[in-house]
């Protein structure tokens, strides 16, 4: 059975890879990426979006974790995650590629700043510049180039007009000089879903700049991931006493005053989740894509890493992890399987003192099922 356990949670425990550090994930491609610029995860259903079309200069950190929130654009409510430069929503009504939308955070920011981009002077049709009637706004360089380089994959060939609209969205003024929220004063333009921003003395690739327009719209990063830590009870025996609780205490000391005569070298726990219920537009999407093993230490607590996910209208889960073992019967000790203790998580404050019944008996513990 140990070696079943093993199998297991080898498949289940494939490592991640982020720009800054990642948990194990699920999955043997990469669903989720941890930033403790931030401290918050870009996870499922937002990862493969963000990562696929721009990543880190298009859409900036993750600045909270993945939430309800509603949509000024339609007033209903949408699973949403908050990043530096723009909102991404998921729409699950929506075919693929189309499940995840942006929001139009251009028009939204200069609303809050009481601007109405219906009255900025328009544009003429000129040579050398894109002109578009559905505004009437141009795009000329040092911007034209830009806008066309980037755009959403809608599976087209290169990047299509329809992609770098559905990207950045139609111009909605004409080049201005503009102080940002930086105190810079720049040559700015606006877009339905951006601010360009001309930078002549960055470097050529860092001149043209997007705007923070999610941190200006929402505020600061708020901590989406935190630390759990607490102490371990081992319960010895079989089905019935586990299930009853007897004989339960400290880890180690239970294990080791064990008439079975155990000699365990090695546990941990494993931490995992968010599930949701069924009810949670993420049911079924988002679920279950972290995974990590904790260590039960010598002093029977354990404690994890600090960036535990938090799952706003989730959960995440502490299940019994990997057992190294043997009984003086030759049999292997083995974690009982099932049970799990459920977590509320607040990211940037600790979960401390959670206490865990690590059930272990020798034999597999499925027979008898």
């Known amino acids: 059975m140990h070696r079943f356990l093993l199998a297991l949670l080898a498949l289940l425990l494939v490592p991640g890879a982020g720009s800054a550090s990642a948990a194990p994930s699920r999955q043997e491609r990469t669903t989720a ?3 403790r610029e931030t401290q918050n995860w870009v996870a499922p259903p937002f990862y493969d979006f963000w990562s696929g079309n721009g990543g880190l200069p298009i859409f900036g950190y993750p600045l909270a974790p993945t939430d309800l929130m509603t949509s000024p654009d339609d007033g209903k409510v949408y699973a949403t995650q908050i990043f530096e430069r723009n909102r991404l929503e998921y729409h699950p009504e929506n075919p693929a590629p189309y499940r995840v939308q942006l ?3 251009g028009v939204e920011v200069l609303q809050k700043q009481g601007r109405n981009w219906q009255d900025f002077p328009k544009g003429e049709p000129k040579r050398g510049c894109d002109f578009f009637p559905e505004t009437g706004h141009t795009l000329c360089e040092p911007f034209r180039s830009y806008w066309r380089r980037y ?9 299509a007009r329809a992609e770098s609209i559905a990207l950045f969205g139609l111009p909605i003024s ?6 940002n929220a930086d105190g810079a004063t720049v040559l700015t333009q606006w877009f339905e879903r951006a601010r360009f921003e001309y930078h002549p003395n960055n470097p050529p690739q860092y001149r043209v700049l997007l705007g923070l327009l999610g941190k200006e719209l929402y505020g600061p990063y708020r901590p989406g991931a935190a630390s759990v830590s607490g102490k371990v009870n081992a319960v010895l025996g079989n089905k019935e006493t586990i299930e009853a609780g007897i004989d339960d205490g400290p880890f180690w000391e239970t294990v080791n005053r064990s008439s079975s005569g155990m000699q365990i070298s090695k546990a941990s726990l494993l931490i995992r989740g968010p599930f949701y219920p069924e009810d949670h537009p993420l049911f079924g999407v988002a679920d279950d894509w972290f995974g990590t093993l904790v ?7 354990f404690a994890s890493t600090d960036f535990i996910p938090e799952a706003p209208g989730g959960r995440m889960e502490i299940w019994h992890g990997m057992i190294e073992g043997m009984c003086n019967d030759g049999q292997e000790a083995s974690f009982y399987p099932f049970g799990g203790t459920e977590l509320s998580l607040v990211g940037g404050q600790p979960l401390n003192d959670v206490r865990f019944f690590a059930n272990i008996f020798c034999g597999d513990p499925l027979s008898g099922f």
């Open 33 to 35: 990426v941890f930033f």
């Open 103 to 105: 929001g139009r955070l």
């Open 151 to 159: 755009g959403l994959d809608l599976g087209t060939r290169g990047v």
């Open 174 to 179: 004409e080049p201005m000089m503009e102080t």
């Open 295 to 301: 260590e039960i230490k010598p002093d029977n607590t």
